[in-house]
């Protein structure tokens, strides 16, 4: 199975601050990678798809690139609704399979 | 307005069996791929299982395979999870979830879960 490792597994940060958390895949997955936003107690929503798609009603603060083996997940400037656990998930090859997280929190 | 409704969690003793569903609404359901994953307590998402859109293919995570059966009634909109010989490992809240757009693997929409207990 494709093992993905994000990092860092948490952050500290401050509204406006620019984010990145990245993906590496350990073995190459084309473009074939999501991200998606967990808030406390709700289902994960949907925010990049093939690497770097913007999902429907994503806000363009969002942005991610990669392919291969390594993506990034940017937020430009964080907004205080953007304090949650992002997650990638490759599909490429079955198993399907997720990152472990990555927890951003207020600083 | 797209819904994926879960039902059939329940608390259950080691080596026992559930079956969980999902009932959709709001979206061409014979078009779609669905999943399920779940999320232990504390813990980040692991992806189960898939059903192709065309009820062909059935794909599992290593940790389920030849436990697990998923399957899916058009007729009904509805997705199924058979869970046999569960594990204290199974224990978490199970999330039915659908492609973004027919035949595509992202995941798009996700229910709201139901939660899956294995303790004696």
């Known amino acids: 199975a494709i093992q993905l490792t994000q990092s860092p597994s948490s952050l500290s940060a401050s509204v406006g601050d620019r984010v990145t958390i990245t993906c590496r895949a350990s073995q190459g997955i084309s473009s074939a990678l999501a991200w998606y936003q967990q808030k406390p107690g709700k289902a994960p929503d949907l925010l990049i798809y093939d690497a770097s798609s913007l999902g429907s009603g994503v806000p363009s603060r969002f942005s991610g690139s990669g392919i291969g083996t390594d993506f990034t997940l940017t937020i430009s400037s964080l907004q205080p609704e953007d304090f949650a656990t992002y997650y990638c998930?490759?599909?490429?090859?079955?198993?399907?399979?997720f990152g472990g997280g990555t927890k951003v929190e207020i600083k | 307005e797209v819904q994926l409704v879960e039902s059939g969690g329940d608390v259950i003793q080691p080596g026992g069996s559930l079956r969980l569903s999902c009932v959709a609404s709001?979206?061409?359901?014979?078009?779609?791929?669905m999943h399920w994953v779940r999320q232990a307590p504390g813990k980040g998402l692991e992806w189960v299982s898939l059903?192709?859109?065309?009820?062909?293919?059935?794909y599992y995570a290593d940790s389920v395979k030849g436990r697990f059966t998923i399957s899916r009634d058009n007729s009904k909109k509805s997705l199924y999870l058979q869970m046999n010989s569960l594990r204290t490992e199974d224990t978490a809240l199970y999330y039915c979830a659908k492609g973004r757009i027919t035949q595509q693997l992202v995941i798009g929409v996700w229910g709201q879960g139901t939660q899956v207990t294995v303790s004696s």
């Open positions: 709001g979206f061409t359901f014979d078009d779609y791929i």
């Open positions: 059903f192709s859109w065309d009820g062909g293919s059935a």
């Open positions: 998930q490759q599909f490429n090859s079955y198993p399907l399979t």
